[in-house]
């Protein structure tokens, strides 16, 4: 007994084995004929077990396996209960041959029924199943649309200068938003199925939205910069952005505007601040090197010097605060005739000395800018010819002209506000310091 055991789990090994290494479609086709052969059993038992009629009736029954075996497995499973069919009617039944015949006729019209019906409710099922699988992919494109609708209604609530408009696929306008009809100032009733380029204004608006439709058609997203216009006849630069709409959403595109004017007003702001910055950081440093103009003109140390020695170097940085080529003084009173100059730059011509300064030119500035003639006809203190720009400023004292102090140019130039006054500072300073020297000379004598 335990050898026969072993036997049969051997075999039941052995037929495992070859049943794992046959192929999948190879066992779809024995399982299928093996259902038939089950199936035609199964009829011919019942058949047997019923009893009666079986010489009238021997193929009751067995329709409905070969039935079954079409539909479950097609054309062949069908043939081979057909077969079995027959052959259980012959052994069991004595069917005879004739009614064999019609049985096989009328079998194999079954089975091409059951085969059909069966592909056609296959075809059905899977189109079903299609369908479900389509259906719950539209829901949830339905869904997450629904989502970026609403998303896309609070962006553009959250970012006025940026909206939305969808077009078709002829670029005709197709939906209208409140945020759009806030920034163009029209109603979606008067726009909605009109083209595109009516955003555009009315010049080349036509040859602008085309080639941005054409390069959106591409499947690129289509990028343009130009100018609209507002329902009340305002332009407004705006950045477009077309891009076509994905196969499930349609055939169509988005049209994606971005207004322009605030950030135009911002960038404007921002260069004007700029501008502003650098003009204070200009002024700043306008003012730094006045200040140590002023200081140099201003030194306590020259103090510490002789009169002369300081008057001279006074001038001297004077005229490398103005840039002159030569800064002279003469003086009307107490040093009358006598003439001081810079100790480096350009230096009066003795022969040309007037010999005083001429109190008749009045109690005023003068400026000669790029003329030769009029230097030499006003320089008191005789400059050469070639100075071609003059800047004689008088140093006054109880209303009549104590000093006037001449800073020459060999080339033309105009001279500021500021320069004339740091000039009178050291013209007062300097006749000062030549003052106490005659003074102190005058005292000496007497």
Sequence with gaps: ???????????????????????????????????????????????????????????????????????????????????????????????????????????????????????????????????????????????????????????????????????????????????????????????????GAELFGPSTASEEFAKTLSGARKGVTARARGRHVRNDGTPFEVEVELDALPPLAGDGFTLLIHDLTGQQASESSARLAAERLQALREEADVAQCRLASLRSVTDPYLDAMPHVEAATALLERLRGEVSADGIAIIGTRGFRSAVFSAAEGLQPEPARFQGEARPERGLRTILIHNDPTRVTETTAVGWPEKVRSLIAVPVLRGGEIEAIIEVAYLRGRRSTEWEIALIEVVAARAVGLLQETADAKTGAVA
Excluded at 106 to 112: G, L, S
Aim: charged share 20%.
């Design 1 to 195: 007994m335990r050898e026969a055991l072993t036997g049969i789990r051997r075999a039941l090994d052995r037929s495992t084995l070859v049943w794992t290494r046959i192929g999948q479609p190879e066992q779809k086709r024995l399982v299928a004929h093996g259902a038939a052969l089950a199936a035609v059993a199964v009829a011919g038992l019942v058949r047997w077990a019923l009893g009666t009629g079986g010489a009238t009736s021997p193929f009751l029954l067995f329709s409905a396996a070969v039935a079954f075996s079409a539909s479950f497995g097609g054309a062949r499973p069908a043939a081979t209960a057909l077969l079995a069919s027959l052959l259980l009617a012959r052994l069991l039944f004595s069917a005879p041959w004739t009614l064999c015949l019609l049985f096989a006729l009328e079998a194999a019209f079954i089975a091409a029924l059951a085969v059909r019906l069966s592909g056609t409710l296959r075809q059905h099922r899977e189109w079903l199943e299609s369908a479900d699988v389509s259906l719950r992919g539209l829901r949830a494109a339905d869904r997450r649309g629904r989502i970026v609708a609403a998303s896309l209604h609070r962006l553009q609530d959250a970012s006025p200068d940026r909206v939305v408009v969808s077009l078709d696929r002829d670029g005709r306008i197709a939906d209208w938003g409140e945020a759009v009809q806030r920034l163009y100032g029209v109603g979606g009733d008067r726009v909605v199925g009109a083209s």
